[in-house]
Nanobody
Framework: QVQLVDSGGGLVQAGGSLTLSCAAS????????MRWYRQAPGKQRELVAA???????DYADSVKGRFTISRLNAMNTVYLQMNNLKPEDTAVYYC???????????????????WGQGTQVTVSS
């Protein structure tokens, strides 16, 4: 019913920048929150940044001041601007969205919690 497609990863040198994008599509009623997570090899997935429907944001301490999450509600799209990248930022980055969709069976809207396929970010030293 709802799909997420994330993109924008790549290879960059330390100190460089990348912007990740995540677009939700489908029979969406509303999206309450969108988040970016990352998972490095051998490590657990961790929350990087989050934005709620009102525009409020939250960041992991490790990325504060370097990463910026932003959201276009009309487009059901979220971005992660990453500046001053460090080798320790190397990971697969995943988009996550929570909200409600319009079911083919009619009201009320049903909840969803979905993930993008992930995009690789590699930062070389």
């Amino acid at each position: 019913q709802v799909q997420l497609v994330d993109s924008g990863g790549g290879l960059v040198q330390a100190g460089g920048s990348l912007t990740l994008s995540c677009a939700a599509s489908g029979n969406i009623f509303t999206i309450n929150g969108m988040r970016w997570y990352r998972q490095a090899p051998g490590k657990q997935r961790e929350l990087v940044a989050a934005v709620n429907s009102g525009g409020g944001t939250d960041y992991a301490d490790s990325v504060k001041g370097r990463f910026t999450i932003s959201r276009l509600n009309a487009m059901n799209t979220v971005y992660l601007q990453m500046n001053n990248l460090k080798p320790e930022d190397t990971a697969v980055y995943y988009c996550n969205a929570l909200g409600y969709y319009n079911s083919d069976l009619g009201p009320p809207p049903r909840p969803f919690d979905i993930w993008g396929q992930g995009t690789q970010v590699t930062v070389s030293s």
